[in-house]
């Protein structure tokens, strides 16, 4: 069964940064868009940011000019550069993957297992 590996989370203080990745542990078929969610206790998931296959990026507001996101195709890997933390970035992130594991299987969304991020003040 494939896996998302997610590294690069931690403990900052507000105004650092951090780097995560996610990478598959198998190949996939096809993979289409591909992007990094949070959840904070108490909190539903939310979206962060997303690369599409070409490389087009969505960022939520609360985000834009601080984090960056990218994708290397040829490793089916996601990024997620995050400058200027602060602490209601606070999170357990999650890094996501939609496309098709084989050409017989429907397009699917794949999920890492989640990596801590704590900003403090």
């Known amino acids: 069964q494939v896996q998302l590996v997610e590294s690069g989370g931690g403990l900052v203080q507000s105004g650092g940064s951090l780097t995560l990745s996610c990478a598959a542990s198998e190949n996939f078929f096809r993979i289409n868009a591909m992007g990094w969610y949070r959840q904070a206790p108490g909190n539903q998931r939310e979206l962060v940011a997303v690369?599409?296959?070409?490389?087009?990026?969505i960022d939520v507001d609360s985000v834009k000019g601080r984090f960056t996101i990218s994708r290397d195709n040829a490793k089916n890997a996601v990024y997620l550069q995050m400058n200027s933390l602060k602490p209601e970035d606070t999170a357990a992130y999650y890094c996501n993957v939609n496309g098709r594991r084989f050409s017989w299987n429907p397009v699917s969304d794949y999920w890492g297992q989640g990596t801590q991020v704590t900003v403090s003040s």
């Open positions: 690369v599409s296959r070409d490389g087009s990026t």
